[in-house]
């Protein structure tokens, strides 16, 4: 059981906009900067997001981030058959004093 | 620009030990952090614990404390990461990550921003 939560599955067509999830705490999310990260298969993760919403150079606008309160969203607009990967959100939980992630959500482009 | 590269993939028997190591190519740890991350076959990210090399202070997450044991060697730029008790459900990548870390607390609250390409760890009998 992840401690911030996402949905295991998204899906949408190509052009079509896609917005995932994360959900946490007062002690996690609603205290920290969220990040976000694409993983493709047999590939590391890469940092899409840090800071809620600061896309690292070469992360296309395409993809965009934010937060409110103990939520979080990453949202992907013009969606592409290379955006098909498994998307995952982390932050620092001060409870837990580490960082934790979300359960992975698993992007289908159809 | 920095490049982690990891050791090879291993296999192991159940209740042996593993040691993978992350070398920072290109460059140090110099003012970051190095964290081990591990994805077990069909799960998500999991946080093992992280290191700040020129302290040499680590700090494990609950689920392995006593079980893992992360050190750095400031001179090669190299971080390690040692499992113990090895079961089954240890079989996994083991990924190791930079971040930067809170210099006032040393917590490793920043984002993984390069990562190594990964160790896959079978553990079977």
């Known amino acids: 059981q992840s401690v911030l939560t996402q949905p295991p599955s998204a899906s949408g067509t190509p052009g079509q906009r896609v917005t995932i999830s994360c959900s946490g705490s007062t002690s996690n999310i609603g205290s920290n900067y969220v990040y976000w990260y694409q993983k493709l298969p047999g590939t590391a993760p890469k940092l899409l997001f840090y800071?809620?919403?600061q896309r690292p150079s070469g992360v296309p606008d395409r993809f965009s981030g934010s937060k409110s309160g103990t939520s979080a969203s990453l949202a992907i607009s013009g969606l592409r058959s290379e955006d098909e990967a498994e998307y995952y959100c982390?932050?620092?939980?001060?409870?837990?004093?580490?960082?934790?992630f979300g359960g992975g959500t698993k992007l289908a482009v159809l | 620009q920095v490049q982690l590269v990891q050791s090879g993939a291993e296999v192991k028997k159940p209740g042996s030990s593993v040691k993978v190591s992350c070398k920072a190519s290109g460059g140090t740890f110099s003012s970051y952090a190095a964290s081990w991350v591990r994805q077990a076959p069909g799960q998500g990210l999991e946080w093992m614990g992280g290191?700040?090399?020129?302290?040499?202070?680590?700090n494990y997450a609950q689920k392995f404390q006593g079980r893992v044991t992360i050190t750095a060697d400031e001179s090669t730029s190299t971080a390690y990461m040692e499992l113990s008790s090895l079961r089954s459900e240890d079989t996994a990548v083991y990924y190791c990550?930079?971040?930067?870390?809170?210099?006032?607390?040393?917590?490793?609250?920043?984002?993984?921003?390069?990562w190594g390409q990964g160790t896959v760890v079978t553990v079977s009998s």
């Open positions: 990550a930079r971040t930067r870390y809170d210099i006032l607390t040393n917590y490793l609250n920043d984002a993984f921003d390069i």
């Open positions: 290191i700040i090399p020129i302290f040499g202070t680590a």
């Open positions: 800071r809620n919403y």
């Open positions: 982390e932050t620092w939980d001060d409870s837990l004093s580490g960082p934790v």
